[in-house]
């Protein structure tokens, strides 16, 4: 069965950086859109960064220009380059892999565990 490691969480203050990896492992075959989402205390899970297969990419709008997310087939890996992180972007963030795995024929989401970011003021 497949798994997702995420690294790279921290504190940082207003206006740094962080980046953020998420691996994934076991068995896979195929590995289609990897994203990332988060979720601050007390709102809903969202949608900050996806990237296909192809390399095609779309971001929230509260993050464009500021976060970039990018991946490394070779090594079933998506990163989340963050940049001028602002108090709002604190959340807990999670990767999300929609993939393949050897001998089934069906797709699975996988999520990561979750990496705590938070930005001070």
């Known amino acids: 069965q497949a798994q997702l490691v995420e690294s790279g969480g921290g504190l940082v203050q207003a206006g740094g950086s962080l980046r953020l990896s998420c691996a994934a492992s076991g068995g896979i075959a195929i590995i289609n859109a990897m994203g990332w989402y988060r979720q601050a205390p007390g709102k809903q899970r969202e949608l900050v960064a996806v990237?296909?297969?192809?390399?095609?990419?779309d971001y929230q709008d509260s993050v464009k220009g500021r976060f970039t997310i990018s991946r490394d087939n070779a090594k079933n890996t998506v990163y989340l380059q963050m940049n001028s992180l602002k108090p709002d972007d604190t959340a807990l963030y999670y990767c999300?892999?929609?993939?393949?795995?050897?001998?089934?024929?069906?797709?699975?989401?996988?999520w990561g565990q979750g990496t705590q970011v938070t930005v001070s003021s």
């Open positions: 990237i296909k297969r192809g390399g095609s990419t």
């Open positions: 999300n892999v929609d993939l393949v795995e050897l001998g089934s024929p069906y797709r699975h989401v996988y």
